[in-house]
Each structure stands twice: as C-alpha cells, then as structure tokens.
C-alpha cells in the first residue's frame, strides 16, 4: 500500500494551495482518507478527514472555513484545497489511511497508512 502525496510549495500568507494524494496498492473498498500536518518541534495533529462516499467531513477549528477536503475515489485520490493560508499554517503535510474505520478519528494512531510528506510553507 501506498500514499503519495504532492501540491506543497511556498506561498504568500492570503494564498492558496492545493495538495493531493494518490492511494495505490490497496484491496479495501471503503476506507477513509485524511490529512495531518506536523510543524517544526511540534506533534502531528489532525487536519481534516473524509469517509468513503465524501459525505461526511471532519475538520481541525484551526482550518475550518479555510481548508477543504475532498476525494475522487475513481482516481484513490485525496485533495486537501487551502485558502487564506496563514503563517502558522507552516509544517509538513501528511496524507493518512484508515482501512478499517469504525468512523473518523483525529487520532493518529488510528491510520495504517502514511504518505511520505510534503512541505507547505506560508510566509508574512
């Protein structure tokens, strides 16, 4: 199984950006995608989630009415869509699997599968 998430860069606070991430190599039908960041010298925490029909969300307050996540699962593909980025926006995203969801978790113990990263960097 395997994650491959891309989209960060380096943007102007105010901007946007787009991150994606690729699901490959899996059997399950029906699992739910997420997304964690994790800034320097601090944990990872929980961004957003999405189950599998892209009914149901779930949202850090940190990103609420900011971030959107969505999923195309035609394409085992997770978006995270990011607007009015802020500068402690800044940190390393992380797209996450759960195979076997009871429902969403923010715990990131509860994921089985990672992605490798990726770096988003805002600037004042």
């Known amino acids: 199984v395997q994650l491959q998430a891309s989209g960060g860069g380096l943007v102007q606070a105010g901007g946007s950006l787009r991150l994606s991430c690729a699901a490959s190599?899996?059997?399950?039908?029906?699992?739910?995608l997420a997304w964690f960041r994790q800034a320097t010298g601090k944990e990872r925490e929980f961004v957003a989630a999405?189950?599998?029909?892209?009914?149901?969300?779930h949202y850090a307050d940190s990103v609420k009415g900011r971030f959107t996540i969505s999923r195309v699962n035609a394409k085992n593909t997770v978006y995270l869509q990011m607007n009015s980025l802020k500068p402690e926006d800044t940190a390393v995203y992380y797209c996450?699997?759960?195979?076997?969801?009871?429902?969403?978790?923010?715990?990131?113990?509860?994921?089985?599968?990672w992605g490798q990263g990726t770096l988003v960097t805002v600037s004042s």
């Open positions: 190599g899996h059997t399950v039908s029906r699992y739910i």
């Open positions: 996450a699997a759960d195979w076997s969801p009871p429902k969403i978790s923010v715990f990131y113990a509860d994921y089985d599968s």
């Open positions: 999405i189950n599998w029909s892209g009914g149901y969300t």
